[in-house]
């Protein structure tokens, strides 16, 4: 029996640091959202995970036979991803992480529309089409363009093809019917974004069950992505005070207060700082 390789957070860490500063068109979202998964498995073959994904990116090439029919080449996808390998969504728990590690989703062959939406983008840019994440209110979606115009497709929906209308249905889900379907809902999510609210949704689950070291991992690799965002520097800042690093703590809600010169919440903030700073002198 071959031996399993175990990779050390720090290096995890570093990977997901190299893979993150690529140019926006070369950051791979299965092998980044993979890395993420990599310290929670250690023991992960990342590689056999994208040998799989160009697999069935190749076969459907194969199906193809060249063609850039935008239709056609859906149509494949689809029969691929949910006909036969019986991908579908996952909307038991929401806040089962194993729906959104992307190896338990190639495992299971189900997660949630985020998710689902990574392997279906990343196989068209495989297949040489270009197609981008929607974070749509209420569900992750894929947007393709062209001369022929806009559609949108949900692969929480095994693939089905939406109108813009259809899109206001999933929005009145959320808002009860009270907010219009806006240009700016349906806006393209860069890939640095899309694997923001991979690690954004990972924060919400670990923070809900009070996992507060995995919530921080989380953080610090949004951090990563943005060293100046002022919410994840404050969170981290708050994270720590609970978990009693009261070092880490003051440093991060330094700054914060930095960052946001007129947060609403500065007094606030700064008396926090200098209890900890006076708690710190005197133990």
């Not at 969504?89 to 189900?110: C, I, K, M, Q, S």
């Not at 880490?248 to 207060?257: G, I, K, M």
Request: aromatic share 8%; net charge negative; with cysteine.
């Amino acid at each position: 029996m071959q031996a399993r390789l175990f990779t050390h957070p720090a290096a995890a860490r570093q990977r997901f640091l190299e893979l993150t500063q690529r140019p926006e068109p070369l950051l791979d979202l299965i092998e980044t959202s993979l890395v993420i998964a990599l310290e929670e498995y250690p023991a992960l073959d990342i590689d056999g995970y994208l040998r799989r994904v160009d697999g069935w990116s190749d076969a459907i090439r194969e199906r193809v036979e060249g063609s850039r029919d935008i239709e056609r080449i859906v149509e494949e996808i689809n029969r691929l991803l949910f006909e036969e390998e019986g991908f579908h969504g996952e909307a038991g728990n929401y806040y089962d992480p194993r729906n959104t590690f992307l190896n338990e989703v190639l495992d299971r062959h189900a997660g949630l529309p985020l998710a689902l939406s990574i392997v279906y983008l990343e196989i068209s840019r495989r297949l040489g089409i270009d197609m981008s994440g929607v974070a749509l209110p209420g569900r992750f979606l894929v947007k393709v363009c062209g001369e022929w115009g806009t559609f949108f497709i949900d692969p929480f929906d095994e693939g089905r093809v939406l109108t813009t209308a259809e899109c206001q249905k999933i929005m009145d889900e959320v808002y009860g019917g009270g907010v219009r379907l806006r240009e700016h809902h349906l806006r393209s999510s860069t890939r640095r974004e899309i694997v923001g609210r991979v690690l954004s949704h990972l924060k919400s689950i670990y923070l809900s069950s009070n996992d507060l070291s995995r919530a921080i991992g989380s953080v610090d690799r949004l951090l990563i992505l943005d060293e100046k965002d002022s919410y994840e520097l404050r969170d981290r800042g708050l994270v720590s005070m609970r978990l009693h690093r009261y070092d880490e703590a003051v440093e991060f809600l330094e700054r914060y207060l930095v960052a946001t010169p007129h947060a609403d919440d500065r007094s606030r903030i700064r008396e926090q700082i200098e209890y900890l700073r006076a708690w710190m002198e005197r133990n």
